[in-house]
């Protein structure tokens, strides 16, 4: 079955532990992204990544990291997590960056104490 | 930067009803998509539409990109408790980003 896959899908961590949130497509997509949800914001990206290796800010990229080594993963690292960052996060991938149909993950939900 | 101002942020209507929301940019956009949320769920891909005018149906929704390039509306016609959930519109200028608008949560009444 063709998906996204993100673990873990909850987590409550403390201010400043370094976290990894995972992405996964089996869908041999160039194209990636990570987004956050905020209640009355929608979803606002955080980092994408047009292919391996080559990655790019979105609009709230403060305090994340990601790395894209093989065209499959795409994780996502808080490396000082603070309350701020609490949010629900979402995976996303499409055939290329220019090709907009992106395929989202179920969401990690996200509690920094 | 740009923006998406989506309305309404809320609807509240009794099965059967027809429901409309649409989507302004501050800016051009090339592509026009809309998205459902389900509780708990990823966002899922209901309609995408690319040309300026282009009239898209999938079921009882419908979505138009307006000829402006500026504004997009969503119809769902019938409505019935499964559309119970959050909408999303989202725009490209084929920059490689798409820009989400803030969601219209639409509540159905059986």
């Known amino acids: 079955e063709a998906q996204v896959t993100q673990n873990p899908r909850y987590l409550i961590t403390v201010t400043g532990k370094k976290l990894t949130v995972t992405c996964s497509q089996n869908?041999?997509?160039?194209?990636m992204s990570w987004y956050r949800q905020d209640p009355g914001l929608g979803l606002r990206q955080i980092y994408y990544?047009?292919?391996?290796?080559?990655?790019d800010k979105g609009d709230v990229p403060e305090g994340y990291k990601v790395s894209r080594k093989e065209k499959r993963n795409f994780p996502l690292i808080l490396e000082s997590p603070s309350p701020n960052q609490t949010s629900l996060y979402f995976c996303?991938?499409?055939?290329?960056?220019?090709?907009?149909?992106?395929?989202f993950g179920p969401g990690t939900r996200l509690t920094v104490t | 930067g740009q923006q998406l101002n989506q309305s309404p942020q809320s609807m509240f209507i009794q099965e059967g009803e027809d429901v409309s929301m649409n989507c302004t940019s501050s800016?051009?956009?090339?592509?026009w998509l809309w998205y459902k949320q389900d509780p708990g769920e990823g966002p899922v891909l209901l309609i995408a539409?690319?040309?300026?005018?282009e009239l898209t149906s999938n079921g009882r929704l419908t979505a138009q990109f307006g000829i402006t390039r500026k504004d997009s509306f969503l119809n769902i016609s019938a409505s019935i408790p499964s559309d119970v959930g959050i909408y999303f519109c989202?725009?490209?200028?084929?920059?490689?980003?798409?820009?989400f608008g803030q969601g219209t949560t639409l509540q159905v009444k059986p």
């Open positions: 800016s051009i956009f090339n592509t």
């Open positions: 996303a991938s499409s055939l290329s960056s220019g090709y907009y149909e992106q395929y």
């Open positions: 539409l690319y040309k300026a005018g």
């Open positions: 989202a725009g490209s200028s084929n920059t490689g980003k798409l820009i």
């Open positions: 869908m041999n997509h160039e194209y």
């Open positions: 990544s047009m292919n391996v290796e080559v990655t």
